[in-house]
């Protein structure tokens, strides 16, 4: 079991890995020629390559300076120092899990109205639609200058970035899981002369636990990116995103990668936490092992 | 007459509107049933059994006739808990137990916790599933999930059990099984039951009184009052009264079909 899903997982790391060291060397080329010129010294073909896996501003920096950085600003550096990434990683964090809250809450009280009310039905849903082919990019910077307007600041403008990319995926799945149950589930409450909300409480909401959880993920990733989007068009100081925004700044194209890889690495950590709630939640609930 | 009348239907009519125009799924169906009967329904598929008991739950509204259950309407007889009703599928939740499930009704309804547990193991008992409370339906075969649904209709107390051909989808060994179960069930609680099947041999080893029906547009054809004793050994099927009512009930089957084509 171990072997069978361990083997592929390395065998496919590897090949990136070779691809990318590989990328770095026509990709950074270029400087170290420009170098060469400058100085009038000649390099061998394997000192060249070399020098493409090793310079401070790379185009493209090799896997091992990405992880020599992600180790100095992680693990080598006080976490409330500016120049940690877990500090920045918590402040991008910390919007994240306030919009996904956010964005939860009212995905699933939206869904419910919908299940419940027609007119909810015809006029909610296509709005939902609408709002998520604008452009986040293009709403995020107007949602910052309004509510900076009206004096809010910091963490709560990201979150509602992040709540506005993550209630979509859950209003989605929760009014296709409330509405999961059939005809004959709903026709034996009937019989039971149950009322509307028994029949919420005691039927759709369970039958709704399976799709929360798979909108949750796409929800939570979702509330990341969103996080990030709206701490670019501030010039923010803090958080993933403005590490992100000063490294292209300044060039220092490690440090974005290391921010990148800090999201990505957040990101899998969300989904993988939900996914084990959903584990955790769907065996208590009787769920075949 | 039929004495203590329980459920009555005078000239039942009802038709769907469908995007294919009407369908008319019942024709003037009259039928009566007395207290403490067991009634099937027998008739090929889309001949109506299904509406008609959906009728007599308030489940379907008719667009013509009369019924009353319990002297009551079919709404009136829902609300004052007058019936359990036992779909084809068993239909439990995969998130209950199986006490879980048979507890529904119960907790719908409004019975006290002391009460709910004590129902939930007098009606486990009496479909023979007692020790089975804490499993998870996926853990029981499709014959025990049965059982447990007609022990969720039991549960409330309704004089009257519905059953919409609740072993339909098992095999002929279970089946039979639970056919002796059912009237064993039936004999000691003394409901009325009303039970709809396609199976010949299921319906008069089960039944004192035999309803065929013939569909487009749905109604009966024969209606025959069972003279088989009330107890039913699983041989009984080879005796000479069973066989003349089967054949009965194919000949009634078949002259529906006839007038059809
Ligand atoms: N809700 C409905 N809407 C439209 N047509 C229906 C509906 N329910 C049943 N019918 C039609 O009514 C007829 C009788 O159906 P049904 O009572 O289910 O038959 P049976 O149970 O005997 O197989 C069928 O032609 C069926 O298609
Ligand atoms: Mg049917």
């Known amino acids: 079991m171990f072997k069978r899903s361990v083997l592929p997982v390395l065998t496919v790391l590897g090949v990136i890995m070779a691809l990318w060291y590989a990328a770095c060397i026509p990709m950074n080329s270029a400087w170290t020629i420009q170098q060469l010129e400058r100085s009038g010294e000649t390099m061998t073909v394997s000192e060249h390559i070399a020098d493409t896996w090793a310079q401070e501003r790379p185009r493209l920096p090799a896997p091992h300076q990405v992880a020599a950085e992600l180790w100095d600003t992680t693990v080598m550096k006080k976490i409330t120092s500016k120049k940690s990434l877990i500090y920045h990683g918590w402040i991008t964090l910390s919007a994240t899990l306030l919009g996904f809250g956010i964005g939860t809450t009212l995905g699933v009280l939206l869904a419910v109205g919908i299940v419940h009310s027609r007119a909810m039905d015809m006029s909610v849903m296509p709005w939902a639609i609408v709002s998520q082919t604008i452009p986040i990019i293009a709403i995020a910077p107007m949602i910052i200058v309004v509510l ?142 | 007459m039929v004495s203590n009348l329980i459920i009555s239907a005078q000239n039942l009519d009802l038709t769907f509107q ?24 027998i008739g090929p598929s889309g001949c109506g059994k299904t509406t008609f008991l959906r009728c007599i739950a308030g489940l379907e509204q008719p667009t013509g006739g009369q019924i ?131 199976s010949i041999p299921e319906a008069v080893y089960l039944s004192t009184k035999i309803v065929v029906m013939s569909p487009r547009p749905g109604r009966i054809t024969d209606v025959i009052d069972s003279p088989l004793p009330r107890e039913r050994p699983l041989d009984i099927r080879d005796s000479k009264e069973f066989i003349e009512i089967a054949h009965r009930v194919r000949d009634g089957l078949r002259a529906g079909h006839q007038d059809d084509v």
């Open chain 2, 18 to 41: 469908t995007n294919d125009g009407p369908v008319h799924a019942l024709k003037d169906v009259s039928l009566e049933i007395g207290k403490g009967e067991f009634v099937s329904f």
């Open chain 1, 148 to 289: 900076y307007s009206i004096g809010v600041q910091g963490m709560l403008p990201k979150a509602i970035i992040s709540a506005y990319l993550s209630f979509f995926p859950v209003v989605v799945g929760m009014v296709k899981g409330l509405r999961s149950p059939d005809a004959m589930q709903l026709d034996l409450l009937r019989t039971y002369s149950a009322n509307k909300s028994q029949s919420f409480w005691k039927l759709r909401l369970p039958a709704s636990v399976p799709y929360l959880f798979a909108s949750l993920k796409i929800g939570v990733a979702a509330s990341l990116v969103g996080a990030i989007v709206g701490e670019l068009p501030t010039g923010a100081v803090r958080g993933l995103g403005a590490r992100l925004l000063a490294g292209s700044y300044y060039g220092q194209t490690i440090q974005i990668w290391s921010a990148l890889f800090a999201a990505a690495i957040l990101a899998a950590g969300l989904v993988a936490l939900i996914g084990l709630l959903e584990r955790v939640t769907l065996r208590r609930m009787g769920e075949r092992p």
């Open chain 2, 68 to 198: 009353s259950v319990n002297g009551m309407t079919p709404d009136e007889a829902r609300k004052a808990r007058a019936y359990g009703y036992v779909f084809q599928a068993a239909g439990l939740y995969p998130w209950r137990t199986i006490g879980g499930n048979i507890k529904l009704p119960l907790e719908v309804m409004g019975f006290s916790k002391a009460e709910q547990a004590e129902r939930v193991a007098r009606v486990m008992d009496l479909v023979d599933l007692s020790g089975f409370q804490k499993k998870f339906p996926w853990q029981l075969s499709g014959g025990m999930q049965q059982r447990a649904s007609i022990a969720r209709a039991l549960a409330f107390d309704a004089d009257i059990l519905l059953m919409d051909e609740p072993f339909g989808a098992l095999d002929e060994i279970v089946r039979d099984h639970l056919n002796e179960q059912l009237l064993a069930l039936w004999a000691r609680t003394e409901k009325t039951i009303g039970f709809v099947t396609h």
